[in-house]
């Protein structure tokens, strides 16, 4: 169903440039702050759900499966393979 929202001009440009930072559409972003308002979406409620579907033995067996696999993050790594395809990318001008 449709539905058409009257607002004031800069309240429409503060919702704009908050759905841009959010990366998701203006009508997302009022569907979204709607369901929150309903109750509908309360992170508290989803935070539950997904520690009980984190409880169920399927979701377990897959925890497993990679249990120890996990790598620190290295920051000094990481940059320096950005700024190396970068330099490739601009002929050396980065970093």
Do not use: C, W
């Not at 929150?36 to 497993?64: I, M, S």
């Amino acid at each position: 169903m449709a539905v058409s929202v009257r607002m004031d001009p800069l309240l429409e440009k503060e919702l704009e440039l908050a759905a841009r930072r959010k990366g998701v559409t203006k009508t997302q972003f009022i569907v979204d702050a709607v369901e929150r308002a309903l109750g509908r979406k309360n992170p508290y409620d989803l935070l539950l759900a997904l520690k009980a579907e984190e409880a169920q033995p399927e979701y377990q067996a897959v925890a497993k499966a990679f249990a120890g696999s996990e790598q620190p993050y290295d920051a000094d790594a990481s940059r320096a393979a950005i700024v190396k395809k970068l330099k490739v990318k601009h002929g050396g001008r980065a970093g």
